[in-house]
T-cell receptor, first 112, second 105 residues
Framework: NAGVTQTPKFQVLKTGQSMTLQCAQD?????MSWYRQDPGMGLRLIHY???????DQGEVPNGYNVSRSTTEDFPLRLLSAAPSQTSVYFC???????????FGPGTRLTVT | ELKVEQNPLFLSMQEGKNYTIYCNYS?????LYWYRQDPGKSLESLFV?????AVKQEGRLMASLDTKARLSTLHITAAVHDLSATYFC?????FGTGTSLTVIP
């Protein structure tokens, strides 16, 4: 039981490049979410999903896309990277919308 | 939009001392979570508080919830170095800014 996994662990992008951050969970959780963590700002919700085929925007969705084709996977796409997207990104999953969240190890992204 | 505020943001305390971290939130909720994050690591769940008056304890940490006051506290008793970390409270998808705790020998 791997829990929540994320790849890659580190990534450096140039401004304007696109990429996908991968997230997978093997706990059969319905709910999955993406956060970014910036110094002094805690975690901010980017997008979340309440099940396969259903996604919604969080607090800071601009510049990011998500899809949920399976229960297990919830990738986050950066469409055209900007320096303001330099951050640590965490994926999380939970049984219910208000349930305890299980976090992946994070992806540290730098955009130059 | 729900807002979650923590204080203090930074806390430096000596080993053996007691202290309390406060978490206020802006709208009604009957559950609240506390997470711990070590430097460079992910978040791990510490406590889930499910009702008004709920109290949970694990070792030197005790968390409580007052839903009427929209307030949760995380009390540290006789701090030890191993407790140095950042502590977050969260309601649904909304997190506080975290309290960075450093315990000094």
């Amino acid at each position: 039981n791997a829990g929540v996994t994320q790849t890659p662990k580190f990534q450096v992008l140039k401004t304007g490049q696109s990429m996908t951050l991968q997230c997978a969970q093997d706990m059969n959780h319905e709910y999955m979410s993406w956060y970014r963590q910036d110094p002094g700002m805690g975690l901010r919700l980017i997008h979340y999903s309440v099940g396969a085929g259903i996604t919604d925007q969080g607090e800071v969705p601009n510049g990011y896309n998500v899809s949920r084709s399976t229960t297990e996977d919830f990738p986050l796409r950066l469409l055209s990277a900007a320096p303001s997207q330099t951050s640590v990104y965490f994926c999380a999953s939970s049984w219910g919308l208000r349930g305890e969240q299980y976090f992946g190890p994070g992806t540290r992204l730098t955009v130059t | 939009e729900l807002k979650v505020e923590q204080n203090p943001l930074f806390l430096s305390m000596q080993e053996g001392k007691n202290y309390t971290i406060y978490c206020n939130y802006s709208t009604t909720s009957d559950r609240l979570y506390w997470y711990r994050q070590d430097p460079g690591k992910s978040l791990e769940s510490l406590f889930v508080l499910l009702s008004n008056g709920a109290v949970k304890q694990e070792g030197r940490l005790m968390a409580s919830l007052d839903t009427k006051a929209r307030l949760s506290t995380l009390h540290i008793t006789a701090a030890v170095h191993d407790l140095s970390a950042t502590y977050f409270c969260a309601v649904q998808f909304y997190f506080g800014t975290g309290t960075s705790l450093t315990v000094i020998p």
